[in-house]
């Protein structure tokens, strides 16, 4: 079974530093992809940024990106220049490419809180 | 833009009432999802569906039932809501693409008295 593992639930960080929220995963699958996402206090889940497993190059977008280790089953995400806006629950997720469709497991999350 | 939207962002009901919540999405989309959001557990998935009148239950389908008679449609029905169902819903709808990320509504908070 997949399972994703968040293991900070929540951490400080100052306005326009860069900060790396934890995400590791399990998964026998030998093609998956994984998928960051933000939920501020309104609730909506907002997808930040794609990594497949056969991709080579760490993905980014934006002030967002993530460090893909394969070997080690990891993929934090990094933020840079942090913003006040950017305080929000952040959440890690696995796919799978195999049976009817693309279902999501996702992690517990990590409250991220930016100070000024 | 792809909109995902939920009948209610907040719904109370008592114990024992059937519970109707409802997700539109716009995109054209195969697959739907409900998953519940607790504190400390992340998103737990209920069901899926990836057709008309397709479903499948996901990790925690008890107590809980989904219809799909329209394919931007996606329903699901607490038939005999009970306390422990108190928690955010949350729908979503994606591509067939298995790349193509989730798209989600804005949720609905069910609090059961």
């Known amino acids: 079974a997949q399972k994703i593992t968040q293991t900070q639930p929540g951490m400080f960080v100052q306005e326009k530093e860069a900060v790396t929220l934890d995400c590791t995963y399990d998964?026998?699958?030998?093609?998956?992809?994984l998928f960051w996402y933000k939920q501020p206090s309104s609730g909506e889940m907002i997808f930040l940024i794609y990594?497949?497993?056969?991709?080579?190059q760490n993905a980014t977008e934006g002030r967002y990106s993530l460090n893909f280790q394969k070997a080690r089953k990891s993929a934090n995400l990094v933020i840079s220049a942090s913003q006040l806006g950017d305080s929000a629950m952040y959440f890690c997720?696995?796919?799978?490419?195999?049976?009817?469709?693309?279902?999501?497991?996702f992690g517990t999350g990590t409250l991220l809180a930016v100070q000024p | 833009d792809v909109k995902v939207t939920q009948s209610s962002r907040y719904l109370v009901k008592r114990t024992g009432e059937k519970v109707f919540l409802e997700c539109v999405q716009d995109?054209?989309?195969?697959?739907m999802f409900w998953y519940r959001q607790d504190p400390g557990l992340g998103l737990r998935l209920i069901y899926f569906?990836?057709?008309?009148?397709?479903?499948e239950k996901g990790d925690i389908p008890e107590g809980y039932s989904v219809s799909r008679e329209k394919k931007e449609r996606f329903s699901l029905i607490l038939e005999s809501a009970s306390t422990n169902q108190t928690s955010m819903y949350l729908c979503?709808?994606?591509?067939?693409?298995?790349?193509?990320?989730?798209?989600f509504g804005p949720g609905t908070r069910l609090t059961v008295l």
């Open positions: 979503a709808s994606s591509s067939e693409r298995s790349t193509d990320t989730q798209y």
């Open positions: 998964t026998s699958d030998q093609s998956y992809g």
């Open positions: 990594q497949g497993s056969y991709d080579e």
């Open positions: 997720a696995v796919s799978n490419y195999g049976g009817a469709t693309n279902k999501l497991i």
């Open positions: 995109m054209d989309h195969e697959n």
């Open positions: 569906s990836y057709d008309v009148k397709m479903k």
